[in-house]
């Protein structure tokens, strides 16, 4: 090898060495130039996405012939002939709708397995969308899915092929977990003064006669400034008004002790059923439910009902109670650009169910003035019928599922659904509810004027979160997450009427006990009285001697005789102060 070939070899086996440095010589410096300019290109990158988005968004409103927004200051979000922008605009019926005071109220009827959940699932995450806050009932437990991203399903699949569906995207939206009975949720407690007699009646399923019994006690707890919070605060004060009927009759009106002792068993029944977790404190506050995630999308409280729904009276009653202090708690707001709160009473036919008028009087005047406090009631259940006609006269947005009329009575509702909508000339109103399916409904919505649109046919969007249950484990870490966990899980017993009716029972019975003691004390003291008294005079009396007709003693004369009468009184006299004072009961 000669000196030539080696300096060759040398120069190619360094050639790699040589070039790596070069690089990263030829890197730091593009790096170093970079940084110096990096806000810059951030800037232009920014600027360059946007335009592409903008670009595309026109490509497709020009494409579509879709129209600009225009705006002005009224608080109403009004959409004339709307489309779905991820939607086929020729295979969906343009529907209108206006997002302000009227649409606070609305129905989903169907029959089960209709799809009335799916529908509910989608209005709710629309809501959440768009920064409103959702109260849900989760009845069969398939609502909890909502806390994780959806997956796709040859269900969905078809769903999307059908409506065209364009970059439909699956996600998780914000829950939080509320249980009734503490295990699945966060713990929802009222107290027995804030559930009020009328409801609590319907709750105990009294009579006429023992809800005015009922009311009674009430008005004699607010009267006595007795606290009425958990069940054996009720049962202490109507115990008390039971056994002092008497005394109250006058004041409060008759009061039977059959009544009181229906009242007391039903109250039992209650406890036996899990009542007692209901009530109690710390109450809930209704304003947690009013919450947002850190992205601006609402809350979703959803409460867990499997076991509750098992008690349907406990589950109705819960649900008007919270309307009604939904109603209470909130401040008028007028008609606003969208609601502060959408609720969704699902069964809705258990809350007017065996209800008395006056409680149903009640529930129509809260859902006709609520839409001023800004909340938006929609109601799910399987027929319209199942809502008293005044409450249903409020309603005039209505999504309905399929129906399938196999008995007279079907037919009957079938009919009456139809005559619900108005007529759309296109199509029979009647027909179109036995030919629609899963995913398929029929809307009629009000429109700007108040009056509801003709009937239209509208396909279901499937939902974006899972479909399923979530495990009862991830419900448990969700709960641990929250940043109510804390609040409502230690339940509080401050003094009540029950504690105060003990103390006062307790008091009663010392006073008695003590006056007994004295009574008892002041019958010995007489007893020894008149016993000394009784050995005193005994003491003093003359003993009788035997007259013999040889006596020396002389008789006594009238002066004597008076002598010792008055010498007889004067020792008895002293006999008895001495007594007396022995006992301490001396009178000089």
């Given at each position: ?119 509910l699932k989608v209005l709710a995450e629309t809501f959440s969308d768009m920064g409103v806050p959702v109260f849900l009932c989760d009845v069969k437990g ?447």
């Amino acid at each position: 090898i000669t000196e030539e070939l080696t300096e060759y070899e040398q120069k190619i086996l360094g050639a790699e060495e040589r070039i790596y440095i070069l690089e990263c010589h030829i890197y730091a410096e593009l790096v170093a130039k970079i940084q110096a300019n990096i806000s810059a290109i951030q800037k232009n990158c920014r600027i360059l996405a946007r335009l592409d988005v903008l670009s595309g968004f026109a490509d497709l409103a020009v494409t579509n012939r879709y129209c600009r927004p225009q705006m002005d200051d009224s608080k109403v979000i009004d959409i004339k002939d709307g489309r779905h922008p991820l939607l086929d605009p020729h295979k969906v019926v343009p529907i209108n709708l206006e997002l302000g005071g009227s649409f606070h109220q609305l129905i989903i009827t169907g029959p089960n397995t209709g799809g009335k959940t799916v529908t509910l699932k989608v209005l709710a995450e629309t809501f959440s969308d768009m920064g409103v806050p959702v109260f849900l009932c989760d009845v069969k437990g398939d609502l909890s899915g909502m806390c994780e991203m959806g997956t796709e399903t040859k269900h969905i699949r078809r769903s999307i092929d059908n409506m065209n569906i364009q970059n439909f995207a699956h996600t998780a939206y914000p829950v939080r977990f509320w249980d009734v009975y503490g295990k699945l949720g966060l713990n929802v407690r009222t107290t027995i003064s804030e559930m009020g007699p009328e409801l609590l009646a319907r709750l105990l399923d009294l009579n006429e006669t023992q809800t005015g019994i009922l009311r009674i006690v009430f008005r004699i707890a607010d009267d006595k400034g007795l606290l009425l919070i958990d069940l054996k605060d009720l049962r202490a004060m109507v115990e008390h008004v039971g056994a002092n009927a008497k005394e109250y009759k006058l004041t409060y009106g008759n009061i039977a002790s059959q009544s009181v002792g229906a009242i007391q068993r039903a109250l039992l029944r209650l406890e036996d059923e899990g009542g007692n977790l209901f009530f109690g404190e710390p109450d809930l506050e209704l304003a947690d439910w009013v919450e947002w995630a850190e992205d601006g999308r609402g809350v979703m409280n959803i409460l867990e009902c499997q076991e509750l729904f098992q008690r349907p009276l406990l589950y109705g009653t819960f649900l008007l109670w919270m309307l009604t202090e939904l109603y209470e708690m909130l401040p008028e707001a007028g008609d606003l650009d969208k609601p502060k709160l959408a609720f969704f009473f699902d069964e809705a036919h258990l809350l007017f169910k065996d209800a008395p008028k006056a409680l149903v009087e009640k529930v129509e005047q809260v859902v006709r003035l609520i839409r001023s406090k800004g909340v938006s009631v929609w109601f799910i259940s399987q027929q319209p019928t199942d809502l008293p006609d005044v409450v249903l006269s409020q309603i005039g947005n209505r999504v309905q599922h399929g129906l399938r009329a196999y008995t007279p009575n079907d037919q009957k509702n079938l009919r009456a659904a139809a005559r619900s909508f108005r007529v759309n000339p296109n199509f029979d109103t009647e027909e179109a509810l036995q030919s629609i399916g899963t995913g398929e409904a029929l809307v009629s919505v009000l429109d700007e004027k108040g009056i509801p649109s003709i009937v239209q046919k509208a396909g279901i969007l499937p939902p974006r979160s899972a479909m399923d249950m979530t495990s009862d484990a991830e419900c448990r870490q969700i709960i641990l997450q929250s940043p109510l966990y804390g609040k409502y899980e230690e339940e509080a017993d401050r003094k009540s009427a029950f504690e105060m009716l003990e103390e006062y029972y307790a008091d009663q019975q010392a006073q008695q006990e003590a006056e007994a003691r004295q009574l008892e004390w002041e019958k010995e003291q007489e007893r020894r009285e008149k016993e000394w008294e009784r050995k005193l005079a005994q003491s003093s009396k003359p003993t009788k001697r035997k007259k013999t007709t040889t006596s020396s003693r002389k008789k006594a004369n009238p002066l004597e005789k008076a002598v010792n009468s008055a010498a007889n009184t004067v020792g008895r006299e002293i006999g008895k102060r001495i007594v007396r004072g022995l006992f301490g009961n001396a009178k000089w």
